[in-house]
């Protein structure tokens, strides 16, 4: 029964993408064309990336932790968050509430992300015989990815969008924006140098997921008091 | 115009799916070729040989496995008909295997596990003989008998002894591994074995002729040493039989090598040819040396004085035995044995004579001798076995490996044959004189007979299974032209009341599943929790009366269209 296997750990993995996109106002307002262009910007990234990557970095043998290595891939990671303001800021879209456009700006940017970096492991992975816990993890990694994504949105328009901020809150947007944009090199460095195995990662991850998303969600709500 | 508006999106939408519907399909098409195996153990495995004897069938009959794995720990009375057996030979019970077996039980398949020592090539190991002792009388079950599901023999390693601990715990705990309940699955994926349409038996003849004095018109006597170099086993692909007959080769080649130094100097050259022949078919009532002989020329047939065959001469230590099929009151047999005995005596061991009629009705050949006796030749076959072999058996088994194997006999072996032939040749019988001594230049080359006996300990030899170029045989071949002057090829087909099925080996393919219960139980946690995160999202984005007017939507449409 394994492209049952296949089955559920697809919904786990796209399945959030799609509950978040019709339980939140979002589908009422219509805003999938802004989810489809933000995945359209995260291709175009990925792509850059990729090529800044293949370019910069040296393939090594062994898994270890190089620290001048880690640090490139970190700054390469930050055309991750370029990628982000030029979906958030430049592109045009409909008349959406700045709220709804940070969620499905993050929604589709995420929804990018799950597709290229988990569907093709998933197909070729999952429906074979053999049975594995590595596609359950990497659906729940998808999730907390998702949530990272979304905050990462609300901090990235509340930054570039947002003109009008308290001046004491800023430094904290910004160094919440700095740990999730880092969060890639962060996993890398737990799995590699203290040698933390797959699981563990992934509940770090939720956990982490959990309390930036609500640090973000407080901080937009205090952002929000004054204009109200 | 907005009416407009919407319907022209629709139809450009409409008219950009459709054009994607060819690309969507070829993206799936290539996508479903992609290959589903991807076990993480992947296990040598080793039929059982399948063969029919005049139509009556032996053998495991079946190749391919797709089933559970289950132990011995079973419950009493489960059904084991959709499951394989994984049996370890340390914990082997072998009145259970025949149980099974005879009671025609069904049964998905049969894994038997060998310890590492019996790997061809292995020279370590512990004390094995009860394991040897026990794996005889398996193999003796196995083959004479028909067995209607795939037996397959697995070496021991870290991968199987976890899964085999797995197992048993499962079992031991009452649950067997079906569909729904999960565990191991060994899948072996071959085709249905086919019968091997004409199996070539391939002879090997080296012909070393004598030197005739000058005015000497008459034809020389030949002497010929001949040992039969395939084997016959449970497995196909792991019947080495370094004993059986490994050893008879070996000594065959060294007694040539020795003989080609003597007779390269025109000075030494003895009086006499020599022929030197390796035959196949040895397990299948000497068919090869038969039709060997039959192919021969009559009158160089009749110039063979005496034929020395050699069998099985590498586990012994103090007696070799002489099998005849004349009386011993026989001249040429005295003779020959007196040069033995003489030999032997000078070496520090014993020979022994003995004597078996033929029976003439009886189509078994015992010794291969008696194909030379059947056409009127002298021949006695040299050996370290007392009684002679039944049909089949000690032609290369699985318990016949290198360990058992001492370099020391078949040296003896060699110096005793070699050493006789030359007092015959030479006519030195009866005096005292080594002419292969030790630390001369014609001295028994133990490192020759060490590597040529570790080479065919790692070369399985089943006839049926040889193709008409195997490299053995070009070895063989290109050995015997080093030493001898003439050296020809004899390719008969093995007719008769054998037939065999090929598929030998294949690889085991080992998967951790998950039960169909896991799946089902896993998609509803996904399902409680895909809708608990909906409900979430609902509340915190719109209202917990948002979420209530979901699902009372229908009721409240009718209210208002009334």
């Known amino acids: ?228 | 115009m907005a009416e407009e508006k919407n319907s022209k999106q629709r139809h450009h939408r409409s008219m950009f799916l459709e054009s994607m519907y060819p690309v969507v399909a070829l993206m799936l098409v290539l996508v479903a070729c992609v290959e589903l195996c991807d076990a993480a153990t992947v296990v040598d495995v080793y039929r059982l040989i399948q063969y029919d004897i005049s139509g009556a069938p032996f053998g495991s009959r079946f190749s391919s496995l797709n089933h559970h794995a289950a132990s011995l720990s079973f419950q009493h009375g489960a059904d084991l008909s959709r499951s394989v057996l994984i049996l370890p030979l340390r914990e082997l019970d072998i009145a259970f295997v025949q149980d099974y077996i005879s009671q025609k039980q069904s049964l998905g398949g049969l894994l038997i596990l060998l310890p590492q020592t019996f790997r061809p090539g292995n020279i370590g190991g512990g004390e094995t003989q009860g394991l040897r002792i026990l794996l005889a009388q398996l193999e003796k079950l196995l083959l004479h008998g028909n067995i209607p599901f795939p037996v397959y023999f697995a070496f021991e390693n870290e991968e199987t002894d976890t899964m085999l601990a797995d197992v048993k715990k499962n079992d031991a705990l009452g649950q067997q591994a079906t569909a729904t309940t999960g565990g191991y699955k060994l899948v072996i994926s071959v085709s249905e074995p086919r019968k091997i349409a004409s199996p070539t038996i391939t002879n090997i003849q080296g012909w070393l002729p004598g030197s005739r004095a000058d005015g000497d018109s008459n034809q020389l006597s030949t002497i010929a040493v001949v040992a039969s170099y395939d084997t016959f086993g449970a497995a196909p692909a792991l019947s080495v039989g370094s004993d059986s007959n490994g050893s008879g080769v070996v000594a065959l080649l060294e007694v040539a090598r020795l003989f080609s130094t003597l007779y390269s100097n025109p000075k030494t050259r003895g009086r006499y040819n020599l022929l030197f022949a390796l035959t196949s078919g040895g397990p299948y009532n000497y068919e090869g040396t038969q039709k060997w002989l039959k192919s021969l020329d009559q009158r160089m047939r009749e110039s063979i004085d005496y034929a020395i065959c050699l069998n099985s001469v590498g586990s012994w230590d103090n007696e070799l035995l002489v099998h005849v099929s004349k009386p011993p009151e026989n001249a040429y047999i005295k003779q020959i044995f007196e040069g033995f005995s003489n030999v032997a005596e000078d070496l520090g061991f014993q020979v022994s004579l003995k004597h078996k009629k033929i029976n003439i009705s009886n189509s078994r050949v015992a010794w291969e001798h008696e194909q030379f006796s059947r056409l009127r030749v002298t021949a006695a076959t040299v050996s370290e076995l007392l009684t002679p072999p039944e049909l089949l058996e000690s032609a290369g088994s699985l318990s016949d490996t290198r360990q058992h194997v001492n370099e020391d006999s078949i040296i003896k072996g060699v110096k005793l044959v070699a050493e006789s032939l030359a007092r015959h040749i030479y006519g030195h019988q009866g005096k005292d004189i080594q002419i292969f001594a030790d630390n001369s230049s014609l001295a028994v080359n133990r490192f020759y007979v060490k590597s040529w006996l570790d080479g065919l300990s790692q070369t399985p030899r089943v006839a049926p299974f040889l193709s008409k170029n195997e490299p053995l045989i070009m070895a063989l071949k290109k050995e015997l032209e080093d030493y001898t002057a003439e050296v020809s090829i004899q390719q008969e087909s093995l007719d008769g009341i054998f037939t065999f099925y090929d598929s030998t080996k294949a690889s085991l393919n080992i998967y951790q599943v998950a039960s169909v219960t896991f799946d089902l139980l896993l998609l509803l946690v996904l399902g409680s929790y895909l809708i608990m995160l909906f409900s979430f999202l609902v509340i915190t984005t719109r209202g917990l009366d948002d979420l209530i007017s979901i699902f009372r939507r229908p009721p409240s449409r009718k209210m208002k269209i009334a």
């Not at chain 1, 959030?16 to 910007?41: I, N, R």
């Not at chain 1, 998808?142 to 004491?168: E, H, Q, Y």
Request: with cysteine; proline share 4%.
């Open chain 1, 1 to 228: 029964m394994t492209l049952f296997h296949f089955f559920n750990c697809a919904i786990l993995t796209f399945g959030p993408h799609a509950v978040y996109y019709s339980a939140t106002p979002l589908s009422e307002y219509d805003t999938l064309g802004t989810s489809v262009k933000a995945a359209v910007v995260y291709l175009a990234t990925a792509l850059v990336k990729l090529v800044c990557l293949a370019t910069f970095l040296q393939v090594s043998e062994t898994e270890v932790f190089d620290p001048y290595q880690e640090a490139l891939k970190a700054m390469i990671g930050f055309i991750d968050v370029a990628g982000l303001y030029f979906a958030l800021a430049q592109l045009t879209h409909r008349n959406i509430s700045q709220n709804h456009k940070f969620q499905a700006v993050g929604l589709g940017w995420a929804f990018a992300d799950s597709v290229l970096h988990r569907l093709a492991p998933l197909w070729v992975g999952a429906r074979g015989l053999e049975f594995t816990w590595d596609y359950v993890l990497q659906g729940l990694e998808a999730n907390a990815n998702l949530v990272f994504t979304i905050s990462l949105a609300a901090l990235g328009s509340l930054m570039w969008l947002r003109k009008n901020k308290p001046k004491t809150l800023i430094p904290i947007i910004y160094t919440c924006a700095v740990i999730i944009a880092t969060m890639p090199s962060i996993t890398s460095y737990l799995r590699r140098v203290m040698g933390w195995h797959f699981p563990k990662v992934v509940g770090f991850e939720l956990m982490t997921s959990l309390v930036m998303a609500f640090i973000s969600c407080q901080l937009f709500i205090l952002c929000q008091r004054p204009s109200l």
